[in-house]
Nanobody
Framework: HVQLVESGGGSVQAGGSLRLSCAAS????????MGWFRQAPGQEREGVAA???????TYADSVKGRFAISKDNDKKILSLQMNSLTPEDTAMYYC??????????????????WGQGTQVTVS
C-alpha cells in the first residue's frame, strides 16, 4: 500500500506562485507514474501534470509554461511549482500514483493511489 500526503497549498494573489509537495510512503516501489490533479467546485477532477519513472513529463495545455512537476526519488517527494497563477487555477489539488502501465498520464482512471488534497485559492 502507498500513502500520499500533500502540502503547500494556500491563498495567493493572481500572478503569484505556490509550490505543492507530495510525500510518498509505503510500497513506493510499485509506483510507475505520479501526477497532480485538481478539482474545482462543481467540476470534474482534471489532470494537471504527470511524471513517469523515466522523468518524462506531461502537462495540461492550461498550465504549460506556468507549472513544473518534479520528483526527488531519494526523498520520495513529488513537487509542483506553480507560477503566474490565475483565479482559474483555484481548486483542490491532489497527488496521485499509478502502479501499472500508463497510457494517458493525465487521465484520472489511470491512477490508483490518491492523497487527501491541498487547497489552492487564487484571488
Amino acid at each position: 500500500h502507498v500513502q500520499l500526503v500533500e502540502s503547500g497549498g494556500g491563498s495567493v494573489q493572481a500572478g503569484g506562485s505556490l509550490r505543492l509537495s507530495c510525500a510518498a510512503s509505503g510500497d513506493t516501489h510499485s509506483i510507475n507514474c505520479m501526477g497532480w490533479f485538481r478539482q474545482a467546485p462543481g467540476q470534474e477532477r482534471e489532470g494537471v501534470a504527470a511524471i513517469d519513472s523515466h522523468g518524462t513529463t506531461t502537462y495540461a495545455d492550461s498550465v504549460k509554461g506556468r507549472f513544473a512537476i518534479s520528483k526527488d526519488n531519494d526523498k520520495k517527494i513529488l513537487s509542483l511549482q506553480m507560477n503566474s497563477l490565475t483565479p482559474e487555477d483555484t481548486a483542490m489539488y491532489y497527488c496521485a500514483g499509478n502502479y501499472g502501465t500508463i497510457y494517458l498520464p493525465l487521465r484520472r482512471a489511470e491512477y490508483g493511489y490518491w492523497g487527501q488534497g491541498t487547497q489552492v485559492t487564487v484571488s
